[in-house]
């Protein structure tokens, strides 16, 4: 009989600063398959992040702004990936 153990582990974050507020992102590494299914639209990707970013500063941030955050997030998130020998969201 096989048997496989699987280990709890951190959780993979982006640190996100916005102005003198910062915010703990889970990276792709982190998600649940659940959160991870809903990042294919852009709506589905914005409220994942609004999830952990205070309401107030969310609903400041523009159309550029969150492109930004995306980007960051999915570089953060393929380095977490490969770091673990996988890929991330949406990769196969």
């Known amino acids: 009989m096989a048997e496989f153990t699987l280990k709890p582990r951190e ?45 107030e500063v969310a609903e400041s941030l523009t159309l550029g702004n969150w492109r930004e955050v995306l980007v960051a997030w999915s570089d953060a998130s393929r380095k977490a990936a490969d770091a673990m020998g996988g890929s991330g969201a949406g990769e196969s």
């Open 11 to 55: 959780d993979d974050t982006l640190k996100l600063n916005i102005g003198e507020e910062s915010f703990q992102i889970p990276l792709a590494t982190s998600m649940t398959f659940d959160e991870a299914s809903r990042m294919n639209t852009n709506e589905g990707a914005i409220e994942f992040f609004k999830k952990y970013i205070r309401a």
